[in-house]
């Protein structure tokens, strides 16, 4: 007696994978991505907020009185050279990257704080001893892991047809 197994759906799934692949070779949705996490960065910032969404240090009194604030009022946007010029980049459908392009070395210092900062020759130099640290360049990982689902995952689940 001789018996006979159908497979089906090999079609199907061998369509879903192809993509599936084609789907991570594509560079959009790494764009998607770090184009979310600008989006955080400056609204987050604008708000007066790290990234953890803790409300950034008070500036000091003179500082604030400098720039015609409230010492509370605090955007990181003095003049927004840096705040504008954040980019969001993609170097392959893998590797994504948000920086700043102007003024770099004044985002480590308001990143990082610590103690006074020196330039390059010729270039500006902040005097004030030891600002404080208002970590606003930085993603926290829950919101980054929403950031994966929403823009890969989800979408590896809908070709998949489980969405």
């Known amino acids: 007696m001789e018996k006979s ?11 879903s994978l192809r993509s ?42 003179s ?20 705040l504008n010029s954040i980019m969001a980049r993609v170097d392959s459908p893998k590797h994504g990257r948000v920086e700043v392009l102007n003024k770099p070395l004044i985002a480590q210092y308001h990143n990082q704080g610590g103690s006074k900062v020196r330039f390059l020759p010729g270039a500006k130099v902040i005097e004030g001893g030891q600002p404080p640290k208002r970590e606003f360049m ?6 980054l892991g929403k950031l994966v689902k929403k823009h890969f995952d989800d979408v590896i689940m809908k070709i998949l047809g489980r969405r």
Not at 5 to 15: P, R
Not at 65 to 79: E, F, H, T, W, Y
């Open 63 to 82: 500082y604030a009185k400098k720039k015609g604030v409230g010492r509370g009022d605090v955007d990181l946007r003095a003049s927004g050279a840096m």
């Open 5 to 15: 197994v159908v497979i089906s759906g090999v079609n199907a799934i061998t369509a």
């Open 20 to 61: 599936i692949q084609e789907f991570l070779r594509d560079t959009q949705p790494m764009q998607n991505v770090v184009d979310d996490i600008k989006d955080l960065i400056t609204n987050k910032t604008a708000d007066g907020k790290d990234y953890m969404g803790k409300k950034f240090t008070r500036y000091s009194a």
């Open 138 to 143: 930085n993603i926290s990982d829950s919101a």
